[in-house]
């Protein structure tokens, strides 16, 4: 056979080769699955706050400042790191006395406002370790001066190692599916073509500190009552992979 026939033979057997394997990879399956991991948070951030309100701008600065320093002396003495205290955010902001009233169809001259008074907050963000002494944290804080209490949220400390394993379970979880649904299909899974992590989810613990918590909290007659409950990490995993005919 000549030399330039075979070539030719071959431009043509070739490529109509390959666009039958590319036609026979073209057809796919996709699944996603989900790995969940349940487990009890670690830590607990609690956010306290001392507000205090007065005529005198000095005289309410130092009192705000004389209470949230016995806050923190007794969180301290708690055994609460010092770098686990932290300010989240101190305002001072005026009191204004009440416009005065018009009669219909009177002109007044504007005027400045009338400050009468002031109000403080000191915001403070304690994260407590040992969960089985936060309600006694609230109590002593409420005892020491602060007066504001806006929630407790529970957390994890190593929240990415624990989505590492959610993940990995997610995965596993996705390549079982997509074996059990080829084998239902009667098809073969040729090869992975494509891997998609979803968005990582942190679901906290469903329980959470309430009014009627703050209110024994004030009373000081035990400390309150706290169930956290459990917090739940997801993953998510998407398989694209080309199959064939068995």
Do not use: C
């Not at 036609?23 to 349940?38: F, P, R, W």
């Not at 403070?124 to 936060?134: A, F, G, M, Y």
């Amino acid at each position: 056979m000549p030399v330039l026939v075979a070539f030719l033979i071959l431009m043509f057997v070739v490529p109509a080769a390959w666009a039958a394997e590319k036609k026979t990879d073209s057809a796919t399956l996709t699944v996603s699955a989900q790995g969940l991991i349940q487990l009890a948070p670690d830590t607990a951030i609690v956010n306290l706050a001392v507000e205090t309100a007065g005529e005198s701008f000095e005289a309410v600065l130092g009192e705000n400042r004389s209470r949230m320093e016995r806050v923190i002396d007794r969180l301290l003495r708690m055994g609460i790191a010092e770098e686990r205290i932290q300010t989240t955010s101190f305002e001072i902001t005026p009191r204004y006395a009440p416009p005065p009233r018009r009669r219909p169809g009177e002109i007044v001259e504007p005027k400045p406002p009338n400050i009468i008074g002031y109000t403080a907050r000191n915001t403070l963000k304690v994260e407590v370790r040992q969960l089985d002494t936060v309600g006694r944290v609230v109590d002593s804080a409420l005892g020491a001066g602060a007066n504001r209490f806006s929630g407790i949220h529970w957390r994890l400390r190593d929240r990415h190692q624990v989505y590492l394993r959610a993940l990995g379970i997610a995965a596993r979880n996705a390549r079982e599916k997509a074996g059990a649904l080829a084998k239902s299909l009667d098809v073969k899974l040729v090869r992975l073509q494509r891997v998609q992590e979803g968005a990582p989810q942190v679901l906290p613990a469903p329980r959470s500190f309430t009014r009627t918590g703050l209110a024994m909290a004030e009373s000081a007659s035990s400390s309150v009552p706290l169930s956290p409950g459990e917090m739940q990490v997801a993953a998510t995993v998407t398989l694209v992979f080309n199959i064939q005919p068995q």
